[in-house]
């Protein structure tokens, strides 16, 4: 686990989301400071993506406030109305995070180079130059060094997350937010991914990952929140949320998982 400093990056307070009739989001108030990696875990359902994508506003709250490094977002308070954020600072704010999707989202015309390259050339107006001495070594810290001339069609999924994880970084973000980045991997293939995240976690990136591999999740949480309904039912270390679940949904949650209840159960002893 990473160390953590008590600086607030992000800080979501009260924040609810609907579509039509439907609550997906029912007063949800998380804080991740500077250096913590905070694990999203909870059922299908239970808003976990709906909060990521909120956090750089691919949703639109219907209430709430949203800051990212001192910097209001998206504020609709009761006490406050809503605030309209003009449309270039919430661009410029956004940009301070970067996002890792379930699919790979690649250019499939481009080669890996140009994929990661594209952003701070056309939206931060980056040198071509500089922007692509960064890239090839980000991408040789995600094992990809050689790769830079072929097309995403050409790599494997793990290949292409890691060119994606890449990509988010040469924008230099301080927010990373992965949502269940190896959900379309084969298994074989998950723990490439889960290696680069990890390198990444312990150079002390914040991060929030919404994952349902709870062994990787044990290993690299700095807190777990447990997502139910729409609402924060469970926030603390991983050894209490997954070691020793109070809340009855949480228990249930994490007990369908007996290959890494399995994994984890030695941990009982020595912690």
């Known amino acids: 686990m990473t160390e ?23 007063g949800v108030d998380l804080t991740v400071n500077e250096g913590e990696v905070v694990v999203l875990i909870g059922a299908s359902g239970s808003g976990k993506t709906s909060l990521l994508r909120c956090i750089n506003l691919l949703n639109t709250p219907n209430s709430g406030r949203i800051d ?27 940009s301070k995070t970067g996002m ?10 481009m080669s890996v180079l140009d994929n990661v390259t594209e952003g701070p050339v056309i939206v931060k107006r980056e040198t071509r130059k ?13 094992g990809l060094e050689g790769h830079e001339h072929k097309r995403p069609a ?6 292409q997350q890691r060119v994606a994880i890449a990509r988010a970084l ?10 269940e980045p190896t959900s379309a ?13 990890s390198a990444l976690a312990r150079s002390g990136m914040t991060m929030v990952i919404v994952t349902h591999e709870l062994g990787f999740a044990f290993e690299i949480a700095n807190r777990v929140v447990f997502l139910d309904e729409g609402t924060v039912a469970a926030d603390g270390s991983p050894h ?22 399995d994994m984890l159960r030695p941990f009982l002893e020595t912690r």
Do not use: W, Y
Request: proline share 6%; with cysteine.
């Open 4 to 26: 953590k400093s008590s600086k607030p990056l992000l800080r979501i307070q009260n924040l609810c989301l609907r579509f039509g009739s439907r609550e997906v989001l029912r």
């Open 68 to 94: 990212i490094d001192g910097e209001i977002i998206f504020d609709a308070t009761a006490d406050s109305g809503v605030s309209r954020i003009p449309i270039a600072e919430v661009n410029r704010i956004r």
């Open 100 to 109: 890792v999707f379930q699919q790979f989202n690649l250019f499939p015309h």
């Open 130 to 142: 500089e922007v692509e001495v960064r890239a090839r070594e980000l991408l040789a810290q995600m």
């Open 154 to 159: 050409q790599l494997s999924g793990g290949q």
């Open 170 to 179: 040469a924008m230099h973000p301080k927010l990373m937010l992965f949502d």
């Open 185 to 197: 991997l084969d298994p074989e293939l998950v723990g490439e991914v889960l290696k680069a995240m």
């Open 240 to 261: 209490d949320v997954l070691l020793k679940p109070e809340h009855p949904r949480l228990k249930s949650f994490v007990n369908r998982f007996h290959e890494t209840a």
